[in-house]
């Protein structure tokens, strides 16, 4: 195991990787930052999820001299979804040393990006396409660029951004430091690592194998404003005794939270923004057994170790497959089974396929339960309680009343009445949960379309959508009285 201090880093940078969560650096960490510490240019071969964020980002956070505010970092991302991610971790990490970093993107009035710009961030985070513009306009300047980041490069040349790339390097200084990383190495990419680079070290770390034994994976395929219901039911058809539920953002966290209590579940929210002291007391609560529902982010939950949680549901699925397995490995602990339910919005099938292919598990579908399905789910509850009652209480005190109750009405109305009043009959009460973007799989096609289109590149960092018809697929649409989901084919 090898710690943040082993490496080296400076003291704001682990501060703020505590409060992140993190302290054993992974391999890609472990083997990157030593180099880049010292100026050398590395060349990574890592995967999503592998945690090259921070791989390349501390390396460049230590070298920034904060009072000099001019662009002294720059990281090229593919996408605005990878732009926004990439940024907000570097932020993260530079916050105790004071460190600016702005993530720049098609798509964003450009505008409000120059106001931006005019502030001094000394990192930024940009595509391609909308990175040449500024750099064309003169309102991006990097000429003062000590570290110069690709992320994800073979992405950037299956989008067709690579002469892009090439004219972006040679606008730096050439005694800047260079740092790749690429999931694969293809010709175009070699290319640039022996024209552009100098004499770059090369890193090969492959995605941890991580086992999920001994939790059932489960995925519900369902649209975004019927999550929140799907949950409600799957909680009261498992009843589980212990259950944590991820969200992707601090405000869902809260929104979810609120509705679940809303509607009488026992749920406290745990995220970044919480004080040290509420975040230990709502823990403590949740290993008491006094809240049965724990609402988490990714962030808030890293490091938690609590026994006897049965459930885990991926209200939004991950961005990465590590941090899929991450938050599934909070149940099946010491021996025990336990279940993973994730919710997958249609357009997120793609990124369910990539999570499973990495994590070498396969996740069966279920179907999204009715309000009739919940409400059994809550009468079994009950039966068993009863039944419980049965085996282990003695009931000699109660055979007269019982005697009495079944003179004036049959045995099945008096147990009807009993699981009456032992199950919990939930309140209808409206959530609104407030939506977010869908993670999509950035495919190597992407290029060839875009062209085909007659977009050869596509300045926004994001896929040329097209129409909106779906070609025939299935999506649910609605409800029937019953609380199903109807299906109706998309017209296109």
């Known amino acids: 195991m090898t710690t943040f201090n082993d490496l080296e880093v400076s003291q704001p940078i682990i501060k703020a990787l505590e409060k992140m969560g993190f302290e054993e650096a992974t391999p890609i960490q472990a083997e990157t930052i030593p180099l880049a510490m010292q100026g050398k240019d590395v060349i990574g071969q890592a995967q999503t999820g592998t945690g090259k964020t921070a791989a390349f980002g501390i390396p460049m956070i230590e070298k920034i001299n904060k009072s000099i505010h001019k662009i002294q970092g720059l990281v090229v991302a593919p996408t605005r979804e990878l732009a926004i991610q990439v940024a907000e971790e570097i932020n993260r990490l530079g916050k105790f040393k004071g460190i600016r970093t702005l993530p720049v993107y098609g798509g964003q009035h450009m505008e409000r990006q120059i106001r931006a710009l005019k502030d001094g961030p000394h990192i930024v985070v940009a595509t ?3 990175l040449l513009d500024h750099m064309r306009r003169k309102t991006i300047r990097i000429d003062q660029v000590q570290t110069a980041v690709l992320d994800e490069a073979d992405e950037m040349l299956n989008m067709g951004f690579i002469d892009d790339i090439r004219d972006i390097l040679k606008g730096i200084p050439e005694d800047r430091q260079t740092l790749l990383f690429s999931a694969t190495m293809p010709k ?3 290319d640039i690592a022996t024209h552009l680079m100098k004499n770059p070290e090369e890193i090969k770390v492959k995605a941890k194998e991580m086992t999920v034994e001994n939790i059932d994976q489960y995925f519900v395929e369902v649209p975004e404003k019927y999550k929140f219901d799907t949950l409600t039911n799957h909680l009261d058809i498992n009843g589980p005794d ?8 601090k405000k869902r ?8 209590q809303a509607r009488g579940f026992r749920a406290e929210g745990i995220h970044g923004d919480l004080t040290q002291g509420k975040r230990m007391s709502v823990l403590n609560k949740f290993k008491n057994g006094r809240v049965e529902v ?3 982010t990714d962030v808030a939950a890293r490091g938690l170790d609590i026994s006897g949680v049965t459930h885990v549901y991926n209200f939004d699925i991950p961005q990465d497959p590590e941090s899929y397995v991450h938050r599934i490995g909070r149940t099946g602990r010491a021996g025990r089974t336990g279940e993973a339910i994730s919710f997958i ?4 099938m793609a990124h369910l396929h990539l999570i499973e292919k990495t994590t070498k598990s396969k996740m069966k579908r279920i179907m999204p339960p009715s309000s009739q399905d919940a409400l059994r789910g809550q009468q079994q509850v009950a039966v068993e309680k009863l039944l419980k009652t049965i085996e282990q209480k003695d009931l000699k005190a109660y055979h007269e009343t019982a005697n009495e109750l079944l003179q004036d009405h049959d045995s099945i109305t008096v147990i009807a009445a009993a699981l009456k009043m032992l199950t919990k009959e939930r309140r209808n009460t409206p959530v609104r949960i407030s939506s977010i973007q869908p993670i999509s799989v950035k495919k190597a096609q992407r290029g060839k379309d875009n062209n085909k289109r007659g977009n050869k590149r596509n300045y926004y960092g994001k896929r040329n959508q097209g129409g909106r018809g779906q070609g025939g697929r299935n999506q649910y649409s609605g409800r029937n009285r019953k609380g199903n989901y109807q299906k109706q084919k998309n017209r296109g």
């Open 128 to 130: 391609p396409g909308r």
């Open 188 to 190: 175009e990419i070699r």
């Open 242 to 249: 212990l259950a944590i539920v991820f969200s992707r953002t």
């Open 253 to 260: 966290v809260d929104e979810i939270t609120e509705g679940l």
């Open 294 to 296: 724990l609402v988490a």
């Open 345 to 348: 919005t249609p357009r997120e």
